[in-house]
């Protein structure tokens, strides 16, 4: 099957529309209260696709098992738990700079977990990714410091969760349907995120105001947005898979421009404009060159 890149950054692109939709929600009600409600919109939705769900978690290996229980409480509850505890202990700047290291993360485990190699060529691609999400990050690109410990740690976490998330979809997308790891993502991480409300003492209910806004939330970059990333996943190593996942605050960048009234420095769009190119290049390169810049055991062995 063909490399699907691409498809991994439109679903990156779905989550830019995070921003758009929870930024309401935020000023409403504590993220805790937003990310139970998300996973429990998108299980009620899934609830005819959960038996079959459930039987093949049943039916998986212990490796797949604790793979999709990582994933769905790690990944989906505790990583944005620490994320959102990062901003609270911190200065804003912070976590969103430690958060740019996930690709490093994900290549180390992708490389332990799933034997992924990277070639040099790789870095043609990462780093200038890498730095265009700095500069799009930050008005100022220079102007930057680690204020407290405590902060940098939780983002470190947070960044190290999301990045294994990525390397562990790959691991059982590949033997499993996208739509059965999309619901037991959900499914897993609804408990989770109950837990994660208890601990912080946040409310359950919510207003019949805030509706509709969690049920868009839920569906679009929730959904929506991880049922393309995992149909992705399927062909796509997971270090070619973080690089795309950087489409994210690209499309963010634009809908804050567009829609919420912001504006970019003129280092911001070229950092945007470095981020389209080096996952458009990443994908072109991975479909028409005979050696991939990432390397899969399988990709090895065909060559050999």
Same mark, same amino acid.
């Not at 009600?29 to 769900?53: G, K, M, Q, R, S």
């Not at 992708?110 to 992924?116: I, V, Y």
């Not at 950092?271 to 028409?288: K, N």
């Given at each position: 099957?063909?490399?699907?890149?691409?498809?991994?950054?439109?679903?990156?692109?779905?989550?830019?529309?995070?921003? #758009?939709?929870? =930024?309401?929600?935020?000023?409403?009600? &504590?993220?805790?209260?937003?990310? @139970?409600?998300? %996973?429990?919109?998108?299980?009620? #939705?899934?609830?005819?696709?959960?038996?079959?769900?459930?039987?093949? +978690?049943?039916?998986?290996?212990?490796? *797949?098992?604790?793979?999709?229980?990582?994933?769905?409480?790690?990944?989906?509850?505790?990583?944005?738990?620490? @994320?959102?505890?990062?901003? =609270?202990?911190?200065?804003?700047?912070?976590?969103?700079?430690?958060? =740019?290291? !996930? &690709?490093? +993360?994900?290549?180390?485990?992708? @490389?332990?977990?799933?034997?992924?190699?990277?070639?040099?060529?790789?870095?043609?691609?990462?780093?200038?990714? $890498?730095?265009?999400?700095?500069?799009?990050? +930050?008005?100022?690109?220079? !102007?930057?410091?680690?204020?407290? #410990?405590?902060?940098?740690?939780?983002? $470190?976490?947070?960044?190290?969760?999301?990045?294994?998330?990525?390397?562990?979809?790959?691991?059982?997308?590949?033997?499993?349907?996208?739509? %059965?790891?999309?619901?037991?993502? @959900?499914?897993?991480?609804?408990?989770?995120?109950a837990v994660v409300v208890g601990v !912080?003492?946040?409310?359950?209910?919510?207003?019949?105001?805030?509706? +509709?806004?969690?049920?868009?939330?839920?569906?679009?970059?929730?959904?929506?947005?991880?049922?393309?990333?995992?149909?992705? $996943? *399927?062909?796509?190593?997971?270090?070619?898979?973080?690089?795309?996942?950087?489409?994210? &605050?690209?499309?963010?960048?634009?809908?804050?421009?567009?829609?919420?009234?912001?504006? #970019?420095?003129?280092?911001?769009?070229?950092?945007? /404009?470095?981020?389209?190119?080096?996952?458009?290049?990443?994908?072109? %390169?991975?479909?028409?060159? =005979?050696?991939?810049?990432?390397?899969?055991?399988?990709?090895? /062995?065909?060559?050999s």
């Amino acid at each position: 099957m063909r490399d699907r890149t691409w498809l991994v950054a439109c679903a990156a692109a779905l989550w830019g529309t995070d921003g #758009l939709l929870r =930024k309401p929600l935020a000023d409403a009600l &504590p993220p805790a209260t937003v990310v @139970f409600w998300e %996973h429990l919109i998108v299980v009620l #939705l899934l609830l005819p696709w959960l038996p079959a769900a459930l039987r093949a +978690f049943a039916a998986s290996t212990a490796r *797949q098992k604790a793979a999709l229980v990582a994933i769905g409480i790690g990944a989906s509850a505790v990583a944005t738990a620490m @994320f959102t505890a990062a901003f =609270k202990l911190g200065d804003p700047v912070t976590p969103l700079v430690l958060q =740019k290291l !996930q &690709p490093v +993360f994900a290549v180390l485990a992708a @490389f332990f977990f799933l034997g992924e190699r990277v070639r040099w060529t790789y870095a043609a691609f990462a780093v200038p990714a $890498l730095l265009g999400a700095w500069l799009l990050s +930050f008005p100022d690109p220079a !102007q930057f410091r680690v204020s407290a #410990l405590s902060s940098a740690l939780l983002a $470190l976490g947070a960044a190290a969760l999301w990045a294994g998330g990525t390397v562990l979809g790959r691991l059982v997308s590949t033997e499993m349907s996208p739509m %059965h790891v999309t619901t037991l993502r @959900f499914a897993i991480g609804l408990p989770a995120s109950a837990v994660v409300v208890g601990v !912080q003492g946040a409310p359950v209910l919510v207003g019949v105001d805030n509706a +509709f806004g969690l049920v868009l939330l839920a569906v679009i970059p929730g959904l929506l947005a991880l049922r393309l990333y995992y149909l992705g $996943l *399927q062909t796509t190593p997971a270090s070619r898979a973080t690089l795309a996942e950087l489409a994210f &605050p690209a499309t963010a960048a634009l809908i804050g421009v567009g829609l919420l009234g912001t504006s #970019l420095t003129a280092t911001q769009w070229i950092g945007f /404009a470095v981020i389209v190119g080096a996952v458009t290049l990443l994908s072109w %390169h991975e479909r028409v060159r =005979k050696a991939p810049a990432v390397q899969t055991p399988t990709s090895r /062995a065909s060559r050999s």
